[in-house]
């Protein structure tokens, strides 16, 4: 009689290890391995495949996303190889950088077409280019539109060269036209998507305004029927150049709250040849994904957000008085009237504001409101 409850206790012993065993298990490494039309991950880009694949296995637990983001793995098609079948093993998706101030353009199109039969969707595509919006405005030496008669000449040079640019990427492809691109960006957002980019990640960076960035990404890719997402990346521009654990968390949640169908870390210290994460990152990683997992579902329908209508084609940075317009043209009196109203805009509507362009606006029912730059307003 005995033996039968210790046989008895004994089971009910094993039962209960197994099940705090599996307990455990679940809440610190078991996920979903993607959530729905959402992402969630890390951009590296430094060049050392062994750092990068002890990096994978650490965040593979709690993100779904990883963007290798280094010519030095990207433009050597066997390391890049390697690395890519690492990312996939470990059941993530990814998306890998290229540019174009290097020639030829890598990876090749030999290797896209045997990405996409190799790892199908977990391919997302290329990262093309980066900033290209940015660099314009502050005239940076790789801008696109070098001299312009005017704001309309500006948009049309900026969105034919980029348009072209994209196009040779991967022009001789034989499943191109499944081949998405992304980019990060702080300006011209607009017309990044007008030129052809799929995705956009608006920039968290330095002290920028997050909800101006948000509403200038959000409002160009819904109206263009685009995806968008976030970057979050420096906010030093030294050591530790990434911002604390504790702000990273409110950062990826205030971009999924927002809308955000991707978000990403940016990894990498300015020499580009080491990791800046650091155990506070990864806990905020961990914790964002239960956050995720605990408010799978979002609003996300922009007829509850409001529009702020800028002119057509008036390229201007919108971070402050002293920005330029399209890079060429100092901000002017007619500048300062949109920053002033745009501010009282976004202070009535901190995170239901998207700013776009008359560009060919169709006034429906995509938005409650739309409110042009010269204060009118139109109730659909």
């Known amino acids: 009689m005995k033996s039968r409850y210790i046989l008895v206790g004994l089971s009910l012993l094993l039962v209960t290890c197994i099940f705090l065993a599996n307990f455990l298990l679940t809440s610190e490494n078991t996920r979903p391995k993607t959530f729905p039309d959402f992402y969630v991950g890390v951009d590296a880009a430094y060049d050392d495949v062994d750092e990068i694949k002890r990096l994978i296995d650490e965040i593979s637990k ?89 704001i309309t000449d500006a948009s049309s040079k900026y969105v034919t060269h980029l348009e072209f640019m994209l196009r040779e990427v991967a022009p001789n492809a034989t499943n191109s036209e499944e081949i998405k691109y992304y980019t990060s960006d702080y300006a011209l957002y607009w017309f990044d998507y007008k030129a052809g980019y799929d995705v956009v990640f608006a920039e968290f960076a330095y002290n920028f305004s997050r909800s101006l960035n948000i509403a200038l990404c959000r409002g160009a890719a819904t109206i263009q029927e685009k995806d968008w997402g976030v970057m979050i990346t420096w906010k030093y521009s030294e050591s530790p150049y990434i911002s604390s654990g504790a702000h990273l968390y409110e950062n990826l949640v205030k971009a999924y709250n927002s809308g955000a169908k991707y978000v990403l870390v940016f990894d990498s210290n300015e020499d580009y040849t080491d990791s800046t994460l650091k155990k506070e990152h990864f806990d905020a990683l961990k914790r964002f994904w239960q956050y995720v997992a605990a408010n799978s579902e979002r609003n996300l329908e922009s007829s509850d957000r409001v529009a702020f209508v800028l002119p057509k084609d008036y390229g201007y940075g919108l971070r402050g008085p002293t920005d330029k317009i399209w890079g060429l043209w100092d901000a002017d009196d007619f500048a300062l009237e949109i920053c002033t109203s745009l501010n009282y805009w976004m202070e009535q509507y901190p995170n239901n504001l998207d700013i776009i362009y008359d560009d060919n606006l169709e006034l429906d029912d995509t938005y409650s409101k739309y409110i042009f730059w010269n204060n009118t307003a139109y109730f659909p």
């Open 62 to 150: 709690y993100t779904n996303l990883f963007i290798i983001g280094s010519t030095g793995i990207t433009y050597n098609e066997t390391k890049l190889t390697d690395l890519c079948q690492y990312i996939f093993d470990k059941e993530l998706s990814f998306i890998v950088f290229t540019n174009d101030h290097d020639y030829p353009i890598s990876p090749s199109t030999e290797w896209i077409d045997q990405a996409k039969a190799d790892w199908g969707e977990r391919f997302r595509g290329l990262y093309v280019f980066d900033e290209v919006g940015g660099k314009n405005v502050d005239s940076y030496i790789y801008r696109l539109v070098k001299d312009a008669e005017n």
